[in-house]
């Protein structure tokens, strides 16, 4: 009799681990799908891309050549985009980590083209059901051939 009772609370637990696991794969899918709007958005010039994937309200910030902080809404950041919209760029890039604590997560992408590299961490929250970039911050740095 005890053993019936250990095995079955041993499938229980086995049971509750693979709901646990499944859940947890299902939050990293949609996260990065959310990442995957951003990039499409990047490498094709896609303002629309990038505004499925962002807070209205996120912030891009990174440390400017003179070691001041730079800053953008995303207003800002998306009239960059208006001169080769739709326009493919050359470069790999692809998501390097994923890090998700309940409604948070915390994504690392790099993005390697013929003379840079860069390093972004995206903060996402999900809001109301939906992942979303709440802040980007990045570096940049020259790409050694």
Do not use: C
């Amino acid at each position: 009799m005890k053993k019936t009772a250990v095995i079955v609370v041993v499938i229980i637990l086995a049971g509750l681990a693979l709901i646990a696991a499944s859940r947890q794969n299902a939050e990293e899918n949609a996260v990065r799908q959310t990442v995957q709007h951003y990039l499409y958005g990047l490498k094709h010039n896609d303002v629309g891309s990038l505004k499925k994937a962002f807070y209205p309200e996120a912030k891009l910030l990174w440390i400017k050549k003179d070691n001041q902080l730079g800053q953008l809404t995303q207003e800002q950041w998306h009239k960059g985009f208006e001169a080769n919209a739709g326009k493919e760029e050359a470069g790999d890039l692809r998501i390097a980590a994923v890090d998700i604590t309940g409604d948070a997560a915390s994504v690392k992408v790099v993005e390697v083209y013929d003379d840079s590299i860069y390093t972004d961490y995206l903060s996402l929250l999900k809001l109301g059901g939906e992942w979303k970039i709440v802040n980007k911050i990045y570096t940049v740095s020259a790409r050694k051939k």
